[in-house]
């Protein structure tokens, strides 16, 4: 079976991933699951890269190291996700046996030049801010954002503890360059691709449900799970991810 390589959002780790991969191999041993770090993220914290491009080709290199020519499946999540797409549709790299990408509530680009300046500014202001300020501070605001309007207080406190440590001026390079503003647009490409591309979205991550519906994904809603949907809900993300690269595998026989 092709391995399952996981790539996180912003803001996480590779330890994001642990208890999926952990509901995956309890019931799905024959999938061999990794979890990389992004770059300027964990223990990849060191690791500079300048743009998207740059980005695909850490990824490709990391696969390389451990999938060198197996079969596998990239799965990623916001950030992890639209890094997966460039990485799939648009990268000048050598990508090796890759079968199919999974993505988890991320952004498909924008079209348009207005919509692309407001979120450059609006990147930017964040950028300033994880690059200046104490982190507990940013934090607290970044998850008072619409996308993330379902968590309760416990929920962003927990996640405020969980990121503080990997917050900071790493966080503001990497949100500056790989900022949607940036991002192609993957429509287009979406509609042509011959690849298998999922996507998975929480129930209550309304923002995404709608990206979703608007552009005919083959798409799947986690149930009691918001953006983050393979945190809030690892055992039925686990099993819709068993059923893809399930089908993803027979489809490449």
């Known amino acids: 079976m092709p391995t399952l390589v996981f790539l996180h959002g912003l803001l996480g780790t590779k330890a994001d991933w642990q208890a999926v991969i952990e509901k995956l191999q309890k019931n799905a041993p024959h999938f061999h699951c990794i979890s990389l770090d992004l770059p300027w993220?964990?223990?990849a914290k060191s690791v500079e890269v300048a743009d998207f491009a740059q980005c695909s080709q850490y990824l490709a290199e990391q696969i390389q190291i451990h999938c060198q020519n197996q079969p596998?499946?990239?799965?990623?999540?916001?950030?992890?996700?639209?890094l997966a797409l460039h990485y799939a549709?648009?990268?000048?790299?050598?990508?090796?046996?890759l079968q199919g990408v999974i993505v988890e509530g991320a952004n498909l680009g924008l079209s348009s030049e207005i919509d692309k300046k407001v979120r450059w500014e609006n990147d930017a202001f964040w950028a300033k801010r994880f690059a200046n300020e104490p982190?507990?501070?940013?934090?607290?605001?970044?998850y008072q954002q619409?996308?993330?309007?379902?968590l309760n207080s416990t929920q962003r406190a927990a996640l405020i503890a969980k990121r503080a440590a990997n917050c900071g001026e790493n966080?503001?390079?990497?949100l500056l360059i790989t900022s949607l503003a940036k991002q192609m647009d993957f429509r287009s490409a979406l509609a042509s691709t011959t690849m298998p591309i999922y996507y998975l979205v929480g129930e209550k991550d309304q923002k995404f449900r709608q990206m979703a519906a608007e552009n005919q994904l083959n798409?799947?809603?986690?149930?009691?799970?918001g953006h983050n949907a393979h945190s809030e809900?690892?055992?039925?993300?686990?099993?819709?991810?068993k059923r893809f690269a399930f089908e993803i595998a027979k489809l490449s026989l």
């Open 89 to 97: 549709l648009a990268a000048q790299v050598e990508k090796g046996n």
């Open 135 to 142: 982190a507990e501070s940013v934090l607290e605001d970044w």
């Open 233 to 241: 809900n690892p055992e039925c993300f686990a099993l819709e991810l």
């Open 72 to 82: 596998y499946i990239l799965i990623g999540y916001s950030l992890g996700g639209r």
């Open 146 to 150: 619409a996308v993330f309007a379902h």
């Open 171 to 174: 966080t503001a390079k990497m």
């Open 41 to 43: 993220h964990g223990e």
């Open 219 to 225: 798409y799947t809603v986690i149930p009691q799970a």
